[in-house]
């Protein structure tokens, strides 16, 4: 009953990863190509190459009946495509799947990788929300997390989707950076609020192995700040944003009522969803599938027909799946409907778990929904998901 009711929802979502970058952020560990400072897609043979070779996975890719409502993609830097290679992707997947008039079509972009030109193509391409990775308003902090924009570039960015009228944008930053004081931290915020974008993501420094930042520090050491200082920074940001009229939705995401990311919300309600280039994960008839994260691999996969290769997700790690993803949403998940996908059985032995917990107001149960608090439940999540992984 539990794999039936996974396995038959019908997809509505895509994710199209472009893994190209005119450098590597010290800090990442995506699967990204570094070409440089070409700027356009049009002056990159290996570009062009990839979106060929994309535009062949999602041909092959089996059509489940309805049209697209969200389109996402991410890097990488997908504003390092020509406005010719979007629009061909968008035209492969209008062709394909079909796109809902009202589909959220969003796109991760970096400062200094775009002009008033290609966004205005972008737009017309059917782009209507735009994710800026600005990360940080220090010179200094941009430096040494080896971003290739600078803040000029970071304010002609947010003037050109003003121009365009982009009608929702938003911004990321960065916390925990080497050398990144509260006052940095604070005047970061403040300087987010003053450009009035619609939807703010908050997303903290994690040490990754095999990052330029993975070689040259270890968790906990300065430069970086202590963890005493990372979690002020999080409840500083709780604490401004939502003064400032966002709402703390998610964990790591804020947004203006109305301006939430449709896309993203399809993770996080644990519901299926296309994937398409390399790296990306897909969650298709209740199954999960991560493409090869090297380029060549990635094209021969396709070449034979990009088979997914995989075991449908058994239901206690849909369950699993769901309680992590879902708690991290400010409204929790429904109990009610917790219990009639997975059995009360099930929800007690959670509840019974979570009841430490619930005794520190870490998590509470709200209008029949089970939460975690803001900010403390959300600051103490991994402690809160870690136990339910080590018993689930």
Known sequence: MIQEIFINEVPTSAYLHIPFCRRRCFYCDFPVSVVGDNKRGETSGAISRYVEVLCQEITITPNFGKPLETIFFGGGTPSLLSASQLQQIIDILNQYFGISPSAEISMEMDPGTFDLQHLESYHQSGVNRVSCGVQA????LLQVSG??????????????????????????????????TLEMWQQSLEEAISLTPNH????????EPGTAFGRYFQPGDKPLPSDETTVHMYRMAQKVLTHAGYEHYEISNYAKPGYQCRHNRVYWENRPYYAFGMGAASYIQGKRFTRPRQTQTYYDWVTAGAVINCEVTPPDEVFLDTLMVGLRLAEGLDLTNLQDKFGIKKIEETLKILQPYMQKDWIIIQDNKLKLTDPEGFLFSNVILSQLFAYL
């Open 147 to 180: 971003r290739s924009h600078n803040l000029t570039d970071t304010y002609s960015a947010i003037e050109l989707i003003r121009q365009v009228n982009i009608p929702n944008f938003s911004l990321d930053l960065i916390s925990g950076l080497p050398n990144q």
């Open 200 to 207: 703010i993501s908050i997303y903290d420094l994690t040490i």
């Open 137 to 140: 308003f220090q010179e200094t």
